[in-house]
């Protein structure tokens, strides 16, 4: 089944405002990265926080472990921020397998 | 520092062809490295994994296999490619234990 499920799969804003993206992971998460997703489709590390909260520049993450879910706040978003966000678990430790969700897609117009 | 190379960037093949990719970590010991794929338009798969030099594990079932030579290097390969194996293979790295997975820039793969 499913593992990650991330929301909204898609979302547009205007330079500026906030974005909100959710993740949602039906196992326990020993480790939890999120990633952008360039349109070129490389992908590139954003924080990773299996708890608590994470602040790395304009963005923060909030991992309620036992709840299973994570948040990623992008604040005064950017043309450039625009691209697909993606959630991924570990579901033990050394299990060496990620699992993905689908990524939200993110849109930020001038 | 690390850095990762995979190629080719691109390739167009023939259904039932052979493919070899290759991903190599520069800068890095033992790392333990992955292959993922990703369907146009759909989730990354983890595909294989390696934590050590000749040792490969298969996460997901595809036709095709990996090989590990040399502890920089990992090699994507299958005798005989389909339809289905079209898409975008990414190579990936990470120490032992840690949190972080880095990726490479990818290889997209057109069969028809």
């Known amino acids: 089944g499913q593992q990650v499920q991330q929301s909204p799969s898609s979302l547009v804003l205007q330079e500026g405002e906030n974005a909100e993206l959710q993740c949602n992971f039906s196992s326990t998460a020993t480790q939890l990265q999120w990633f952008y997703q360039s349109p070129g489709g490389s992908l590139v590390s954003l924080l990773s926080?299996?708890?608590g909260t994470k602040h790395t520049g304009r963005l923060t993450s909030t991992t309620v472990t036992k709840e299973r879910r994570s948040s990623l706040h992008i604040s005064s978003s950017q043309t450039t921020d625009s691209g697909t966000y993606l959630c991924?678990?570990?579901?033990?430790?050394?299990?060496?397998?990620?699992?993905f969700g689908k990524g939200t897609s993110l849109t930020v117009i001038p | 520092a690390q850095t990762i190379h995979q190629w080719p960037v691109a390739e167009i093949k023939a259904v039932g062809s052979p493919l070899s990719l290759g991903c190599t970590i520069k800068?890095?010991?033992?790392?333990?490295l992955y292959w993922y794929w990703q369907a146009t338009g759909g989730t990354l798969q983890q595909l294989f994994y390696s934590i050590t030099v000749g040792q490969v594990e298969s996460v997901v079932q595809l036709n095709l296999s990996a090989s590990r030579p040399k502890d920089d290097q990992f090699i994507l390969s299958t005798e005989k490619l389909l339809l289905s194996h079209s898409g975008f293979y990414l190579c990936?790295?990470?120490?032992?234990?840690?949190?972080?997975?880095?990726f490479g820039s990818g290889t997209r793969l057109t069969v028809l």
């Open positions: 990936a790295w990470r120490d032992w234990g840690a949190e972080t997975l880095y």
């Open positions: 926080n299996p708890s």
């Open positions: 991924a678990i570990e579901v033990a430790t050394g299990y060496q397998n990620f699992y």
């Open positions: 800068g890095k010991s033992s790392p333990n």
